[in-house]
């Protein structure tokens, strides 16, 4: 079987058009999942709002959001993308 990250360029690479829902947390990353949809997107502002209370305005670091992106892997199959634009 090929890697996820193989597979999601794969999906990324298609003709097809690929429906990205974004996920934050466990919750949205499962019942995207639960949908049926193959990938998601960590985003940063939702990172920032669900876990913090803020808009996402650089008050989150890099390892606040790789660990929220690891915790997202851990509970689910999606294959997942996260914008780093400024954490």
Known sequence: MAS?????????????????????????ARLTQHFG???GSITGAGTSESRL?????GVMGLDENVN??????DCCDLLLRADADTG
Not at 4 to 28: A, H, M
């Open 53 to 57: 209370g803020w808009a996402d305005r």
């Open 37 to 39: 949809f193959k990938s």
């Open 4 to 28: 996820k990250g193989r597979r999601l360029k794969e999906l990324i690479t298609s003709p097809r058009t690929l429906v990205t829902p974004r996920v934050y947390d466990g919750y949205s």
């Open 68 to 73: 929220n992106a690891r915790r997202l892997v």
